[in-house]
């Protein structure tokens, strides 16, 4: 996905509405010190998943949540969130709690799940929101 945030649209000069909102400063240092820590295991495909042994991965929005929003880290075995387009698990209802845009989210989920490490996510983050 093409980062197009401060694209114009056609031959206008006239820019484009932004398509990322601007975070608190201080959320967005907490959640990309927590990216960088080296504190959370990556996955990709899943918001988190854990294993029979209570290691846990997750991907970047999922540190959002724990380090953010008091999500408590998963600790029962073989759990998985998947984020789906319908039920509790719909990406509008992840969305509306981290606070991002629809593009916001979905240019972090094609990061995270196209191979994009946790820095470099962070370094996204920084610059973006």
Known sequence: MADINNETQGRSSTPV?????KMDPADKAQWCAALRSGEYSQC??????TFLDARAQ?????VNLVTLHG??????????????PDGPHKLSNWRDIIGLTEAAV?????MNDGGKTFAQ?????EENL
């Open 106 to 110: 979905k240019q972090l989920i094609e």
């Open 17 to 21: 509405r932004p398509l990322y909102t």
């Open 71 to 84: 999500f408590a880290a998963p600790v029962s075995p073989l759990e998985t969130c998947l984020i789906h």
């Open 44 to 49: 990709r495909g899943v918001l988190y998943q």
């Open 121 to 125: 996510i962070a370094d996204w983050i």
């Open 58 to 62: 997750y991907c970047c929005l999922g």
